[in-house]
């Protein structure tokens, strides 16, 4: 089933107003013969034959399961919330005799400066973050709905479940949006921020623009630059860095031999790369980019290349909604995330 098979059943299954799936219909119609008729064939139920001794155990069973229904949902109102402003609980690796330890909680506006030891951060109720030795962040901000980190230097490790956008972190660079996921983020002494994704989506954003992440593949970011394209880390080290070099336009012109080498050396994993590379080249290198991700993986009908060198981004977006991705604010789909396994 394809990505956008996915958010059509997902949207037939819980919209009423969704056009009906295909696929759910013509299970619906070989199933016709044996719908219950109450008219041709009527149900009669039978008199209750459970002995009054089992009705008490019955119900408490069934006001159990009330009961853990009910705490759920009391549970996850309440690991959602936060009081605005409260400290996150932070435990330190060992560290050396005579070292200082931070504190033991992440006060908002007080930065934490790790030495050589590595800490363990909860982020509120959703989520784990693992700061490795040597990094400086700061709590900016932190409430029920909003939770914001500066992180200056260094690198964490993130494990978040919540609804998108409501953790993030700003670097020197620009913002770094979880959409709920799993991911690495580093920054550099030049300030130059980079970005892993395990599961889930991660938008990179700043004031040139901005890139979606998912799964399985990296991106950097300056601050002087649009935010790097995505590149899946099984690529070849060779593919990678050209798409870094291609990206660096200059004068209205992109680096032709790295564009020769993203050419040749993409799969159809990298249609992804070659669409959204495509959006920021220059027309030249845009048409070469697109007809080499239409044979690798055509694009849907009514889409076409010329249109979107012409620059109807549109169509680039209806055919990225055609890769076999999960839709970028799917949280829900990663609830394996919704338990620490920091490591």
């Not at 200059?250 to 990298?270: F, K, P, W």
Request: overall charge positive; aromatic content about 6%; glycine content about 8%.
């Amino acid at each position: 089933m394809t990505a956008e098979d996915d958010r059509r059943l997902e949207a037939y299954l819980w919209d009423p107003a969704a056009p009906p799936d295909a696929d759910v219909d013509a299970i619906a119609n070989r199933l016709a013969s044996v719908r219950f008729d109450a008219a041709r064939r009527p149900l009669t139920l039978p008199a209750p034959a459970a002995p009054r001794r089992y009705r008490g155990p019955l119900l408490a069973i069934a006001a159990s399961v009330a009961l853990l229904v009910a705490g759920g949902g009391a549970f996850w109102s309440w690991r959602w919330n936060w009081p605005a402003g409260a400290p996150w609980p932070v435990s330190v690796d060992g560290s050396s005799p005579g070292a200082t330890r931070p504190a033991s909680q992440l006060q908002l506006d007080q930065p934490l400066q790790l030495g050589a030891a590595a800490a363990q951060v909860r982020i509120a109720r959703i989520g784990t973050m693992r700061v490795e030795p040597g990094s400086l962040l700061t709590l900016a901000e932190t409430r029920s709905t909003r939770h914001r980190v500066v992180l200056d230097r260094g690198a964490v490790r993130v494990r978040v479940w919540a609804p998108p956008g409501r953790f993030a972190f700003r670097t020197p660079a620009g913002n770094v949006i979880d959409l709920g996921c799993v991911f690495d983020l580093s920054v550099d002494p030049d300030g130059t921020s980079r970005v892993r994704v395990e599961t889930g989506w991660v938008q990179i954003e700043n004031g040139w623009g901005e890139t979606l992440i998912p799964a399985g593949a990296s991106s950097v970011m300056t601050a002087a630059a649009r935010p790097g394209v995505p590149v899946f880390d099984d690529a070849p080290p060779i593919f990678v860095a050209s798409v870094r070099m291609a990206e660096r336009t200059e004068n209205g012109t992109s680096d032709a031999a790295a564009i020769d080498t993203v050419v040749r050396l993409a799969r159809s994993r990298d249609v992804l790369t070659l669409l959204t590379l495509a959006r920021t080249s220059p027309v030249p290198e845009r048409r070469r980019l697109l007809e080499r991700a239409a044979q690798l993986l055509p694009p849907p009908s009514g889409v076409t290349v010329d249109a979107i060198v012409a620059g109807d981004w549109s169509q680039l977006w209806r055919w990225s909604g055609t890769l076999d991705l999960p839709p970028a604010k799917g949280w829900l789909r990663n609830w394996r995330d919704a338990w620490p396994r920091m490591r």
